[in-house]
Protein backbone atom coordinates (compact mmCIF):
# COMPACT_ATOMS: atom_id res chain seq x y z
CA UNK A 1 0.00 0.00 0.00
CA UNK A 2 1.28 3.59 -0.32
CA UNK A 3 0.47 6.49 1.46
CA UNK A 4 -0.64 9.83 0.27
CA UNK A 5 -0.47 13.20 1.11
CA UNK A 6 -3.37 15.97 0.35
CA UNK A 7 -2.09 19.31 -0.31
CA UNK A 8 -4.82 22.05 0.45
CA UNK A 9 -5.42 25.45 -0.40
CA UNK A 10 -4.38 28.19 1.42
CA UNK A 11 -5.34 32.40 0.67
CA UNK A 12 -2.40 33.62 -1.32
CA UNK A 13 -1.57 36.54 1.36
CA UNK A 14 -1.54 33.58 4.07
CA UNK A 15 1.51 32.02 1.72
CA UNK A 16 2.87 35.11 1.01
CA UNK A 17 3.31 35.65 4.68
CA UNK A 18 4.83 32.16 5.71
CA UNK A 19 6.95 31.91 2.31
CA UNK A 20 10.13 33.02 4.76
CA UNK A 21 9.32 30.13 7.19
CA UNK A 22 10.02 27.29 4.87
CA UNK A 23 12.24 25.33 6.37
CA UNK A 24 14.31 22.22 5.98
CA UNK A 25 12.77 18.93 7.59
CA UNK A 26 14.19 15.82 8.52
CA UNK A 27 12.55 12.55 7.13
CA UNK A 28 13.24 9.41 8.79
CA UNK A 29 16.01 8.13 6.90
CA UNK A 30 18.07 11.41 7.25
CA UNK A 31 17.78 13.32 4.32
CA UNK A 32 16.57 16.22 4.31
CA UNK A 33 14.03 17.85 1.86
CA UNK A 34 11.91 21.22 1.05
CA UNK A 35 8.77 21.40 2.33
CA UNK A 36 7.09 23.64 -0.36
CA UNK A 37 3.59 24.68 0.68
CA UNK A 38 0.67 23.79 -2.05
CA UNK A 39 -0.04 26.48 -4.36
CA UNK A 40 -4.30 27.39 -4.86
CA UNK A 41 -5.98 26.15 -7.15
CA UNK A 42 -6.91 27.45 -10.10
CA UNK A 43 -10.31 27.89 -11.61
CA UNK A 44 -11.65 24.36 -12.61
CA UNK A 45 -8.44 22.94 -11.61
CA UNK A 46 -8.48 18.99 -9.94
CA UNK A 47 -7.00 18.72 -6.75
CA UNK A 48 -3.90 16.81 -7.09
CA UNK A 49 -2.77 14.14 -4.88
CA UNK A 50 1.33 13.83 -4.13
CA UNK A 51 2.99 10.71 -3.36
CA UNK A 52 4.28 10.84 0.09
CA UNK A 53 7.39 9.26 -1.57
CA UNK A 54 8.01 11.61 -3.38
CA UNK A 55 7.20 14.12 -0.57
CA UNK A 56 10.11 12.67 1.81
CA UNK A 57 7.67 11.80 4.90
CA UNK A 58 7.92 8.06 4.74
CA UNK A 59 10.72 5.37 4.38
CA UNK A 60 11.38 3.05 1.51
CA UNK A 61 12.18 -0.06 3.29
CA UNK A 62 14.76 -2.35 1.48
CA UNK A 63 14.31 -6.02 1.22
CA UNK A 64 16.93 -6.90 3.70
CA UNK A 65 15.52 -4.17 6.28
CA UNK A 66 12.35 -4.59 8.51
CA UNK A 67 10.00 -1.07 8.87
CA UNK A 68 10.99 -2.00 13.11
CA UNK A 69 13.99 -1.25 12.98
CA UNK A 70 13.22 2.26 12.31
CA UNK A 71 10.66 2.96 15.14
CA UNK A 72 12.78 1.24 17.89
CA UNK A 73 16.62 1.54 16.99
CA UNK A 74 19.59 -0.11 17.70
CA UNK A 75 18.08 -1.95 20.88
CA UNK A 76 15.43 -3.56 18.78
CA UNK A 77 18.15 -4.21 16.05
CA UNK A 78 19.90 -6.19 18.50
CA UNK A 79 17.31 -8.84 19.61
CA UNK A 80 16.63 -9.02 15.75
CA UNK A 81 20.65 -9.90 15.18
CA UNK A 82 20.50 -12.27 18.44
CA UNK A 83 17.81 -14.21 17.58
CA UNK A 84 18.84 -14.51 13.71
CA UNK A 85 22.93 -15.36 14.57
CA UNK A 86 23.37 -17.06 18.14
CA UNK A 87 22.52 -20.81 18.71
CA UNK A 88 18.83 -20.57 20.91
CA UNK A 89 19.65 -21.85 24.69
CA UNK A 90 23.47 -20.76 24.18
CA UNK A 91 24.48 -18.00 26.85
CA UNK A 92 28.11 -17.73 25.32
CA UNK A 93 26.73 -17.92 21.69
CA UNK A 94 24.24 -15.01 22.86
CA UNK A 95 26.77 -13.12 24.24
CA UNK A 96 29.37 -13.45 21.24
CA UNK A 97 26.31 -12.09 19.16
CA UNK A 98 25.79 -9.16 21.76
CA UNK A 99 30.13 -8.72 21.35
CA UNK A 100 29.72 -9.00 17.66
CA UNK A 101 26.55 -6.52 17.38
CA UNK A 102 27.67 -3.65 19.81
CA UNK A 103 32.29 -4.14 18.31
CA UNK A 104 30.22 -3.11 14.76
CA UNK A 105 27.96 -0.83 16.07
CA UNK A 106 30.40 1.33 17.55
CA UNK A 107 33.05 0.83 15.04
CA UNK A 108 35.14 -0.77 18.04
CA UNK A 109 34.86 2.16 20.28
CA UNK A 110 35.39 1.32 23.81
CA UNK A 111 36.03 -2.31 23.73
CA UNK A 112 39.02 -2.14 25.71
CA UNK A 113 36.95 -0.61 28.67
CA UNK A 114 34.33 -3.39 27.85
CA UNK A 115 36.61 -6.03 27.74
CA UNK A 116 37.87 -4.93 31.56
CA UNK A 117 34.95 -4.75 32.80
CA UNK A 118 33.21 -8.35 31.71
CA UNK A 119 36.65 -9.67 32.99
CA UNK A 120 35.81 -8.26 36.41
CA UNK A 121 32.67 -9.25 36.52
CA UNK A 122 33.49 -12.88 35.23
CA UNK A 123 36.14 -13.26 37.70
CA UNK A 124 33.92 -11.53 40.77
CA UNK A 125 31.31 -14.31 40.22
CA UNK A 126 33.95 -16.91 39.96
CA UNK A 127 35.47 -15.77 43.36
CA UNK A 128 32.67 -14.48 45.41
CA UNK A 129 29.94 -17.75 44.08
CA UNK A 130 27.24 -15.44 44.75
CA UNK A 131 23.67 -17.02 45.24
CA UNK A 132 21.48 -13.80 45.66
CA UNK A 133 22.38 -10.76 43.14
CA UNK A 134 20.85 -7.50 42.43
CA UNK A 135 21.78 -6.02 39.16
CA UNK A 136 20.94 -2.26 38.91
CA UNK A 137 20.78 -1.62 34.99
CA UNK A 138 19.46 -4.03 33.07
CA UNK A 139 19.72 -2.25 30.02
CA UNK A 140 19.55 -5.46 27.27
CA UNK A 141 20.68 -7.86 29.67
CA UNK A 142 24.23 -8.34 28.71
CA UNK A 143 25.94 -7.90 32.37
CA UNK A 144 22.41 -10.31 33.82
CA UNK A 145 23.43 -12.69 30.99
CA UNK A 146 27.03 -13.21 32.89
CA UNK A 147 25.96 -12.85 36.38
CA UNK A 148 23.06 -15.44 35.93
CA UNK A 149 25.34 -18.41 33.90
CA UNK A 150 27.81 -17.96 37.44
CA UNK A 151 25.09 -18.31 39.84
CA UNK A 152 23.77 -21.89 40.85
CA UNK A 153 20.85 -23.40 39.89
CA UNK A 154 18.42 -22.51 42.88
CA UNK A 155 20.30 -19.22 42.36
CA UNK A 156 18.65 -16.18 41.27
CA UNK A 157 19.42 -12.92 40.00
CA UNK A 158 17.14 -9.59 40.65
CA UNK A 159 17.65 -6.78 37.49
CA UNK A 160 15.82 -3.39 37.58
CA UNK A 161 15.49 -0.52 35.27
CA UNK A 162 13.87 2.19 34.18
CA UNK A 163 13.48 1.83 30.85
CA UNK A 164 9.97 -0.82 30.35
CA UNK A 165 11.54 -1.21 26.81
CA UNK A 166 14.87 -2.05 28.06
CA UNK A 167 13.77 -4.52 30.50
CA UNK A 168 10.98 -6.33 27.59
CA UNK A 169 14.30 -6.70 24.96
CA UNK A 170 16.17 -8.31 27.99
CA UNK A 171 14.20 -10.60 29.30
CA UNK A 172 13.75 -11.88 25.51
CA UNK A 173 17.74 -11.88 24.86
CA UNK A 174 18.04 -13.38 28.81
CA UNK A 175 14.77 -16.61 27.93
CA UNK A 176 16.60 -17.01 24.64
CA UNK A 177 20.12 -17.61 26.12
CA UNK A 178 18.00 -20.46 28.50
CA UNK A 179 18.50 -18.31 31.86
CA UNK A 180 15.11 -16.90 32.44
CA UNK A 181 14.57 -19.28 35.31
CA UNK A 182 17.09 -17.54 37.20
CA UNK A 183 16.74 -14.11 36.17
CA UNK A 184 13.90 -11.34 37.21
CA UNK A 185 13.74 -8.32 35.33
CA UNK A 186 11.43 -5.36 36.97
CA UNK A 187 10.59 -2.03 35.33
CA UNK A 188 11.25 1.26 37.92
CA UNK A 189 13.36 2.86 40.08
CA UNK A 190 14.85 1.31 43.27
CA UNK A 191 13.03 4.30 45.48
CA UNK A 192 9.96 2.98 43.98
CA UNK A 193 10.68 -0.90 43.44
CA UNK A 194 12.41 -1.35 47.05
CA UNK A 195 9.68 -3.60 48.58
CA UNK A 196 9.32 -5.41 45.39
CA UNK A 197 13.50 -6.12 45.55
CA UNK A 198 12.94 -7.25 49.16
CA UNK A 199 10.27 -9.72 48.48
CA UNK A 200 11.65 -11.10 45.13
CA UNK A 201 15.13 -12.09 47.20
CA UNK A 202 13.15 -13.46 49.46
CA UNK A 203 13.96 -10.73 52.18
CA UNK A 204 17.52 -12.42 52.23
CA UNK A 205 20.65 -10.20 52.05
CA UNK A 206 22.03 -10.10 48.06
CA UNK A 207 25.35 -11.64 47.92
CA UNK A 208 26.68 -9.43 45.21
CA UNK A 209 25.00 -6.63 43.80
CA UNK A 210 25.90 -4.11 40.34
CA UNK A 211 25.51 -0.72 40.07
CA UNK A 212 25.23 -0.10 36.39
CA UNK A 213 22.34 2.37 36.01
CA UNK A 214 23.05 6.03 36.57
CA UNK A 215 26.30 6.83 38.18
CA UNK A 216 24.62 9.47 40.48
CA UNK A 217 22.23 7.62 42.19
CA UNK A 218 24.91 4.64 42.83
CA UNK A 219 24.91 5.87 46.65
CA UNK A 220 21.86 7.18 46.77
CA UNK A 221 20.27 3.63 46.20
CA UNK A 222 22.92 1.35 48.02
CA UNK A 223 22.00 3.69 50.86
CA UNK A 224 18.02 2.79 50.04
CA UNK A 225 18.74 -0.64 49.71
CA UNK A 226 21.01 -1.11 53.24
CA UNK A 227 18.14 0.65 55.06
CA UNK A 228 16.15 -2.44 53.76
CA UNK A 229 18.57 -5.11 54.80
CA UNK A 230 19.34 -6.06 51.11
CA UNK A 231 22.78 -4.95 51.24
CA UNK A 232 24.84 -5.54 54.49
CA UNK A 233 27.30 -7.74 56.12
CA UNK A 234 29.19 -9.92 53.51
CA UNK A 235 28.06 -7.73 50.13
CA UNK A 236 30.01 -7.67 47.58
CA UNK A 237 29.07 -4.49 45.21
CA UNK A 238 30.74 -4.01 41.77
CA UNK A 239 29.92 0.08 40.60
CA UNK A 240 31.46 1.23 37.14
CA UNK A 241 31.61 5.02 36.44
CA UNK A 242 32.80 4.28 33.01
CA UNK A 243 31.31 6.06 30.42
CA UNK A 244 31.04 3.72 27.52
CA UNK A 245 29.64 5.11 23.87
CA UNK A 246 26.37 6.14 23.44
CA UNK A 247 26.57 7.09 26.81
CA UNK A 248 26.70 11.14 28.84
CA UNK A 249 29.01 11.85 31.60
CA UNK A 250 26.77 12.95 34.52
CA UNK A 251 27.73 16.13 36.33
CA UNK A 252 27.11 16.39 39.93
CA UNK A 253 27.26 12.66 40.49
CA UNK A 254 28.97 11.55 44.15
CA UNK A 255 32.28 9.38 42.99
CA UNK A 256 31.88 5.98 43.90
CA UNK A 257 35.39 4.69 45.22
CA UNK A 258 35.65 8.25 46.99
CA UNK A 259 32.28 7.11 48.94
CA UNK A 260 33.82 3.18 49.13
CA UNK A 261 37.20 4.82 50.66
CA UNK A 262 36.17 6.90 52.89
CA UNK A 263 33.02 5.18 54.29
CA UNK A 264 33.46 2.79 57.20
CA UNK A 265 31.02 0.37 55.99
CA UNK A 266 33.05 -0.89 52.67
CA UNK A 267 36.48 -2.42 52.20
CA UNK A 268 37.81 -1.84 48.72
CA UNK A 269 38.67 -5.06 47.18
CA UNK A 270 39.94 -4.00 43.75
CA UNK A 271 39.86 -0.60 41.15
CA UNK A 272 40.82 -0.37 37.79
CA UNK A 273 40.87 2.46 35.94
CA UNK A 274 39.48 2.53 32.31
CA UNK A 275 39.30 6.82 32.21
CA UNK A 276 41.36 9.43 33.41
CA UNK A 277 38.65 9.77 36.33
CA UNK A 278 36.51 6.71 35.92
CA UNK A 279 37.13 2.68 36.61
CA UNK A 280 35.61 0.25 38.05
CA UNK A 281 35.65 -0.47 41.96
CA UNK A 282 34.74 -4.05 43.61
CA UNK A 283 34.07 -3.48 47.55
CA UNK A 284 32.63 -5.57 50.09
CA UNK A 285 30.87 -4.78 53.27
CA UNK A 286 31.72 -5.69 56.26
CA UNK A 287 31.17 -5.42 59.75
CA UNK A 288 31.69 -2.82 62.02
CA UNK A 289 33.02 -3.37 65.63
Given amino acids: LKSYAICRSRPPALMASRAPMIRRLSCLAGRRQKLAFCQPLAAGQVRGLVDAETAGQVVKVGKQQHWAAFMYGRERQLLAHVVSTAEEGSSDSVLDAMDSFWAHHFGMKGTASWTVRKDILDQTMKDKAPRLCLELGTYCGYSALRIAR?????????????????????TKIIEYAGLSSKVKIISGSVETKLERIVDLLGGKRADFVLCDHSKDRFVPDLELLASKGVVGQGTVVMGDTTVYPGEELEE???DFLSYCVTSQKFRVQQHVGTEPSHGITVSEWHHIV
Fill in 252 to 254: GAK
Fill in 150 to 170: GIPADGRLVSLDVDPLFGAIA
